[in-house]
């Protein structure tokens, strides 16, 4: 299955907030025709109506039997959103699931074992094109389909495999709820530099800039984090300075986010029962 497939079959997007838009807008993109898109929103923004407008079909019922279906609703939601695609009785139909904390079994229970399920959890900086998806598929899944939900998927991000389940409450902890942390410590970083005389708007520049810029070098430098942070750190200088107080054992991030991200795969379990 590929993209033509999607644009004969149609895709069905079930949920289109932030995350769902993100998506489309890559899909739309990469050459998915808006006319093979069917939107199910009870509330859909100004964006997603514009889109509609443009040749796709929104809240009007799905094709007969889509080439995918990515269930973008918040796992809350799930009970409510879930019978809308119950009488799609198509074996040949991939649903792709992108709700948090919603484990596979759940939507076979709903739409049956024996359909093709594979479960993601992408980030927000899908928003941007900068997102990381992680996936996994049930036994009903092959190569194709996983091929074909990463190509989707790709237009947001780059996009990993899981060898289970198990790991995706893992990912979730790390990548699904990773960006808050660091939009904490850019909050953190700003009003420290405020404290020693910046001003708000300084403070707040030079710290979104730093992080952006620091994360964009991880990512493209051969040189591990490691290194890096040794390449910028003098010996007795400022840096290592800081790096004392936050690579402390006790009370720095070795100590705190090892907790921060277990308390995030704990509750990421208990949101799968």
């Not at 790991?167 to 709820?177: K, L, N, P």
């Not at 070098?217 to 010996?235: F, G, H, K, Y």
Request: contains cysteine; negative net charge.
């Amino acid at each position: 299955m590929n993209l033509d497939d999607v644009n004969a079959r149609g895709l069905v997007l079930l949920g289109c907030g932030k995350m769902g838009s993100a998506m489309l807008a890559g899909w739309l993109a990469r050459g998915v025709a808006p006319s093979a898109v069917w939107i199910l929103d009870p509330n859909p923004s100004d964006w997603v109506q514009d889109r509609a407008r443009e040749g796709g079909h929104l809240n009007d019922g799905t094709p007969a039997a889509p080439a995918i279906v990515l269930i973008a609703v918040k796992p809350q939601m799930m009970g409510d959103a879930l019978p809308t695609l119950q009488a799609l009785d198509t074996p040949e139909t991939i649903f792709l699931s992108v709700a948090a904390g919603t484990p596979i079994s759940a939507f076979e229970e709903a739409f049956g074992s024996t359909r093709r399920i594979i479960r993601a959890m992408p980030n927000t900086p899908a928003a941007v094109g900068r997102g990381i998806t992680a996936i996994f598929g049930n036994a009903h899944v092959n190569a194709d389909d996983l091929d074909l939900a990463e190509a989707l998927l790709s237009a947001v991000g780059q996009v990993v495999r899981l060898k289970d389940e198990s790991q995706m409450d893992a990912v979730t902890a790390v990548s699904g709820s990773g960006p808050a942390y660091v939009f904490h410590l850019i909050e953190t970083l700003a009003a420290a530099g405020e404290a020693q005389g910046l001003s708000a708007e300084l403070a707040m520049k030079l710290a979104k800039a730093t992080v952006g810029g620091a994360g964009q070098l991880a990512e493209d430098a051969s040189e591990d984090p490691s290194q890096l942070r040794i390449n910028v750190t003098s010996p007795a200088g400022t840096t290592a300075a800081a790096l004392a107080v936050l690579m402390d054992t006790k009370d720095g991030f070795p100590a705190l986010l090892p907790r921060a991200v277990k308390a995030a795969a704990d509750r990421s379990r208990e949101l799968g029962k």
